[in-house]
């Protein structure tokens, strides 16, 4: 099972990858800092919001493929 502090540590490492692959990704770099200095409540506020908002992302995706290819 999987603990806050390793779920931060995963995701962490997962953006300094993203950010490895885009070296020039700004928004990358400042979420990598941002969830870096988060604390464990701060982190796991963050990962409430995403995990909540994942639906509406997930539909506005399926919109904007939508309206592609039509």
């Given amino acids: ?3 806050s502090t390793t779920t931060r540590i995963a995701y962490i490492g997962e953006l300094s990858e993203a950010l490895a692959d885009n070296p020039h990704n700004v928004a990358i770099k400042m979420h990598l800092r941002s969830v870096s200095a988060m604390d ?4 796991a506020a963050h990962r409430a919001a995403m995990i909540a908002a994942a ?16």
């Fill in 1 to 3: 099972m999987m603990t």
């Fill in 55 to 70: 639906p509406k992302r997930l539909e506005a995706a399926r919109g904007l493929v939508l309206q592609l290819v039509r």
């Fill in 40 to 43: 464990e409540r701060a982190f």
